[in-house]
């Protein structure tokens, strides 16, 4: 600071000495006594304020000060004591000869301090040289709020609506004055592309004078891809300017034109024109500043937008197979359950397709030529994929398959089916046939209740399950499958508590003799008295129960169950010579406690072997024959019968049964359902009866809904029978009234 040297600067002179040195600056020279009256005034006092210089002696500074300023002067020419040098930035507002107010600022010419010196000296100067003026001020405060404006009129938007931040920005310099027009043109090889444009009314010229500029034609905008003018500040006069500005004079009344390059790395990559058609209009210094800072704005922002956009796009399409990624599949994927949930679309297939043995290939081939194998199936399945299929690399070799508008899971699988099949022509690598196939995971969906990483988990196992099976095939992720999966655990657990709380019984159905209608049998068979459902019957639990090994503990409980109601008539002495017929599943007769369990059963409720006769299904003997034979010459040991359970739906031949040690056998109802019209289920009744009667065995015919049924059996020498005409399963107090 200057103000550092003249510190120790001490005036020994009076103040008329002063005033004699000072006769001669020309600046505004006052010199105050401690009063801070005028002890004398420069010549050039008259310049600034119209004052005689040698009126103002002896008046007090004070007296001629706005008396809006004069605390603020006072306090500044206190404060100026201790500032050397330095001009007091305070604008005051001094009463000029004239009766207007100048605004003035001290500026001190000489150093000075009234406790060393007993004065001051002030230079008066008018405010203008301090600063630009007020409007010009208010104006640069208005530019730059509007160029901050400008600038973050691209915060407001997303990547791909860099136009509309473009459109906000144009607007802002819309609002310079005389501004008719503002168009943003970006260069494309040798023409200008119109981006963005706003007019300030629809007098506006017609744009089509310009719509495409050909850079040549447009000295003004050719001077600046020329690089060395910054701006072109162009006043369209009658005689100036390039034809192509002379008709825009002409044909569109254009009187001031303002054209601003925008460059980009140095490069001319477009410019910004304002366009003003008043008569009286000009661009001055303020349009260029503003439009130059804007300038300089809108082509970072082209060219953030423009990397932006290119890595948008790298994001969206694979290199390798130039189909779209997994973030542009989520976005159609994403639209497709958008469209169903607003029933919009009968449903879509979302597939997961995996290249079976890729790895290997690309290992044997090498990840160039596997990349390349990769973009021929990809090609290939964008030639087989219709309109409504859309495909996606997820990565690796898995591809992302969405067909759009599938009302049935058929269709989806057919549709995936034709893009696997598409596969199926050899691939060429390196001069060599390569076959590929592919595996497919497919989830059909109907309604939006699955979002996408949902559908694409459950894809993913559907694949998992296709690969597991070997690959070159389609698994489809079955909703109502896992719901059943779902429901059955629920289930099995309500069955496994039904079992142990004594929620199953045993109820009892009649076999008679058609010919003597004694009754000879009774059935014992399932129930689960469910605390919601009711009564169950054992068709809709006995498959859960035994897939879920539960069954062995089921079939104990109806064996005991029925054994008990057994013992007691016998003890009342009925039913002596009823047969208990109790069905035992594959998995029970695997079980090597069996044959101990019904010992016990029997011992436990005073029922002899005899009476018991257990029945089998033809398959569950066929499932390890060795073994069950063993296992049921135990059983036959303990002396119970044992009677071919639904016998003919099976694999086994009619002469299996001769060796097999069983006692009975029972005609499934399959074969009584069409009789006695059925020629073949005739012929099938006739011969398993003979059979049954050439072995000793007896021979029941199951499920009796009609009468003509009954007539039909007993026409084929078929007498004894089961079924609804002859009486319902019942539990064991309704049952014992048949006795
Ligand atoms: P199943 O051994 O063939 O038993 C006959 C089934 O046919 C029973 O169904 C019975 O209610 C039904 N039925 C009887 N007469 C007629 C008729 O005239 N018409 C028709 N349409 N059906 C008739 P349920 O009780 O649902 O049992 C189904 C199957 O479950 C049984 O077939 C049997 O294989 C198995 N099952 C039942 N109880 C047990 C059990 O305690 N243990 C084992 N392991 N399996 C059982
Ligand atoms: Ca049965
Ligand atoms: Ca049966």
């Not at 599949?329 to 919009?344: G, K």
């Not at 694949?463 to 109502?480: C, F, N, P, S, Y």
Request: charged residues 25%.
């Amino acid at each position: 600071m200057n103000g550092a040297g003249r510190k120790d600067v001490t005036f020994k002179v009076s103040a008329q000495d002063l005033a004699a040195l000072l006769g001669h600056t020309s600046d505004a020279v006052v010199v105050l006594d401690d009063q801070l009256r005028v002890v004398f005034a420069g010549p050039a006092i008259s310049q600034i304020l119209g004052y005689d210089p040698g009126s103002l002696v002896g008046k007090e500074l004070l007296r001629f000060l706005h008396p809006d300023d004069l605390e603020a002067s006072v306090e500044s020419l206190a404060r100026w004591e201790h500032r050397h040098g330095e001009p007091l930035g305070q604008v005051q507002r001094i009463l000029a000869a004239d009766g207007t107010w100048r605004e003035v600022y001290y500026d001190n010419a000489v150093g000075s301090s009234i406790a060393a010196f007993g004065a001051m000296v002030l230079t008066l100067r008018p405010a203008e040289d301090l600063r630009p003026s007020w409007q010009d001020e208010r104006q640069r405060e208005v530019n730059e709020r509007r160029l901050v404006r400008l600038a973050s009129s691209f915060l407001h938007y997303p990547v791909d609506q860099f136009d509309r931040g473009l459109d906000d920005a144009v607007e802002e310099l819309a609002g310079l004055d005389w501004v008719t027009r503002v168009s943003v043109w970006r260069i494309d090889g040798s023409r200008a592309v119109l981006r963005a444009r706003w007019e300030a009314s629809v007098n506006a010229p017609p744009l089509r004078l310009h719509d495409r500029v050909r850079i040549e034609d447009w000295p003004e905008v050719s001077r600046l891809a020329g690089g060395d003018e910054i701006a072109v500040l162009s006043a369209v006069e009658a005689s100036g300017g390039s034809d192509a500005a002379r008709r825009l004079r002409d044909e569109a009344g254009v009187r001031a034109l303002l054209v601003v390059p925008m460059a980009a790395a140095g490069e001319f990559a477009g410019f910004i024109m304002l366009e003003a058609t008043a008569v009286d209009a000009t661009f001055g210094a303020v349009h260029v500043t503003a439009v130059r800072s804007a300038a300089a704005i809108l082509a970072e922002a082209f060219v953030r937008n423009e990397a932006e956009t290119r890595l948008a796009e790298q994001v969206r399409i694979d290199p390798v197979t130039g189909l779209g990624t997994r973030w542009a599949f989520d976005e159609v994927l994403v639209e497709s359950l958008d469209r169903v949930e607003r029933s919009r679309s009968p449903g879509f297939a979302f597939a997961l397709v995996d290249i079976d043995r890729f790895r290997l290939i690309n290992n044997a081939l090498g990840h160039t030529a596997g990349d390349r194998l990769l973009a021929d199936v990809a090609s290939r399945l964008s030639g087989v994929a219709g309109p409504r299929t859309t495909l996606a690399r997820l990565g690796g070799d898995k591809l992302l398959v969405l067909h759009d508008d599938e009302p049935a899971l058929s269709g989806a699988i057919g549709r995936t089916q034709d893009l696997l099949d598409g596969l199926r022509a050899p691939f060429e690598v390196g001069g060599d046939p390569v076959m590929l196939t592919a595996s497919a995971g497919l989830v059909h969906a109907v309604d939006a209740t699955a979002d996408a990483v949902e559908l694409l988990r459950r894809a993913d196992l559907a694949l998992r399950r296709a690969k597991e099976h070997g690959g070159d095939t389609i698994e489809v992720d079955d909703e109502q499958l896992r719901e059943r999966v779902a429901s059955r655990l629920h289930r099995e657990a309500d069955l496994r508590a039904a079992i142990d709380g004594g929620g199953i019984e045993a109820h009892l159905q009649p076999e008679w003799d058609l010919r003597t209608g004694r009754l000879v049998a009774a059935e014992a068979l399932a129930r689960w008295r469910h605390p919601v459902e009711g009564l169950l019957e054992a068709g809709s639990f006995i498959p859960l129960a035994e897939e879920s090994r539960v069954i062995g503990d089921l079939g104990l409980r109806v064996l005991r169950d029925a054994c008990g109601a057994f013992g007691r008539w016998r003890r009342q002495g009925r039913a002596l010579d009823l047969t208990l017929r109790v069905n035992i599943s594959a998995r029970q007769l695997r079980n090597d406690d069996l044959a101990d369990q019904v010992s016990d059963a029997l011992a436990d409720f005073g029922i002899p072997a005899s009476t018991l006769c257990l029945e089998l299904t033809e398959s569950s003997l066929l499932i390890d024959p060795e073994g069950s034979l063993t296992r049921l010459e135990r059983l036959r040991e303990l002396g119970v019968g044992l009677a071919v359970d639904d016998f003919g739906t099976g694999y086994a031949s009619l002469l299996y049964l001769k060796r097999l040690p069983v006692t009975a056998v029972k005609i499934d109802r399959a074969f009584v359902r069409d009789l006695p019209d059925s020629m073949s289920d005739r012929a099938i009744v006739q011969a398993t009866m003979q059979l049954a009667a050439a072995l000793g065995i007896t021979c029941t015919a199951e499920g009796v809904e009609t009468v003509e049924q009954r007539d039909g059996l007993l026409e084929l020498g078929v007498h004894r029978a089961q079924g609804y005409l002859l009486g319902r399963p019942e539990p064991h107090d309704r049952f014992a009234t048949l006795l």
